[in-house]
Structures are given as C-alpha cells and as structure tokens.
C-alpha cells in the first residue's frame, strides 16, 4: 500500500533552519509529483509547494516564497523540504503528499503522517 | 487567490442521520473541487475529487454535488466513524490551491 513517512521536524529558534525528508513506498516514486502541505493548530490546510517528477519545475506559495526550497531524489524514493529564515507563522504541522495532476492543477490522493516543526525562542 | 469558505463551521448531528456540508469558491472553480476528512491526530484523507467522483475505499454515503462555486457534501446514515473535521480544496488552474477552514461535524 501507498505510504509516506516524514521526519526531520522539531524545535528552532526564529531565524533558524530544518530539512524536512518524505519516504515513499508502494508506489513507483518518480511517476508522480509531490507536495509539502502545512496546518497550522486549528486551522485548515495550506499548500505550500511541489516539485515535478523530474525536478524540473517546482512552484511555492507566497508565504514561504524566498525562505523554503523542495526538492527530490527518486533514487531514494524522498522528497525533501529545506526550511530557512523560519518565522513563527511557521509553527505547523508539515505533511508530505502525493499529488493527482489535473490540467494545472493538484489534489493530494495520499498523505504522509505530518512531522510537527515549532519556531519558538 | 482563490478563496474558499465552509459553512457551517460546526454540524451537529445525531448517528442515522444524514449532514449536508457547503462549499462556496470566491470564483468558478468548474468541478475541479476535492473533500477531504481529517480526524483528530490524524493527517486529512481525500474523500472526492472532481467534486463528485468517490476516491478509492470510500463508501457510497459520501456524495459530492455542485460545480462552477457551491458545493456540497452530503453523508448519509451518519456513523461513529464518520465524526470529524471535513475539508474542501480547490485545484482549479495554477497554484496556490487553496483549502477552506473546515467544518466539524459532532455527535448531537
């Protein structure tokens, strides 16, 4: 069965950085795309980016724009989440997921466990 | 940005019964319009896609209805299993594509 397994969250201080890393298995990696969603305590989901299948295009949304870098290695069936320059609106829960592509755009059909990130000083 | 907003934000509802939950888009989104159901500790788990197709497993008392920027998701019969948070996305054109902010449904 489809799975994903995150780890690499914790506690930082403002200013600081995490790299999120996504394991998938059961499914052939490298024919999907991925994403990195977020929520934050008590509130709704929020995308925050993807990468394709090749690592050729990836996209971000605004609040993480500049700070937060994806990327992948089908090699290793991971997809990665570099974190920079966090901020305490970055407090969140940060799933990974697989994405279902439909002309431009994206649901997410799996999703990994969540891994809790918390900038706090 | 597309936004999307739920109503109610809590349903409460008694086990048989049926819950019908909204979904408005602050522009058409056509029937690009996904659910999703989250539990407590638990990452979201998607329910529909094109806003009426059933994903994979999920059982008939889920319907998806609506196009363009109302939609709605009924359950019927409820049961125990089915008391959580419900979620709506959008992924009508690029990104961001959006969530809304929920809509608990409870035990009345």
């Known amino acids: 069965q489809v799975r994903l397994v995150e780890s690499g969250g914790g506690l930082v201080q403002p200013g600081g950085s995490l790299r999120l890393s996504c394991v998938g298995s059961?499914?052939?990696?490298?024919?999907?795309?991925m994403s990195w969603i977020r929520q934050a305590p008590g509130k709704g989901p929020e995308w925050v980016s993807y990468?394709?299948?090749?690592?050729?295009?990836?996209n971000y949304a605004d609040s993480v724009k500049g700070r937060f870098t994806i990327s992948r290695d089908n090699a290793k069936n991971s997809v990665f989440l570099q974190l920079n320059s966090l901020r305490g609106d970055d407090t969140a829960i940060y799933y990974c997921a697989r994405d279902r592509r439909f002309d431009s755009g994206a649901y997410f059909d799996y999703w990994g466990q969540g891994i809790l990130v918390t900038v706090s000083s | 940005e597309i936004v999307m907003t739920q109503s109610p934000a809590t349903l409460s509802v008694s086990p048989g019964e049926s819950a019908t939950l909204s979904c408005r888009a602050s522009?058409?989104?056509?029937?690009?319009l996904a659910w999703y159901q989250q539990k407590p500790g638990q990452a979201p788990r998607l329910l529909i896609s094109g806003a009426t197709t059933r994903a994979t497993g999920i059982p008939a008392r889920f319907s998806g209805g609506g196009s363009g920027t109302e939609f709605t998701l009924t359950i019927s019969s409820l049961q125990s299993d089915d008391f959580a948070v419900y979620y709506c996305q959008h992924y009508s054109n690029w990104p961001p594509w959006t969530f809304g902010q929920g809509t608990k449904v409870e035990i009345k």
């Open positions: 059961g499914f052939t990696f490298g024919d999907y795309y």
């Open positions: 522009q058409s989104v056509n029937n690009n």
């Open positions: 990468i394709d299948r090749r690592r050729n295009y990836t």
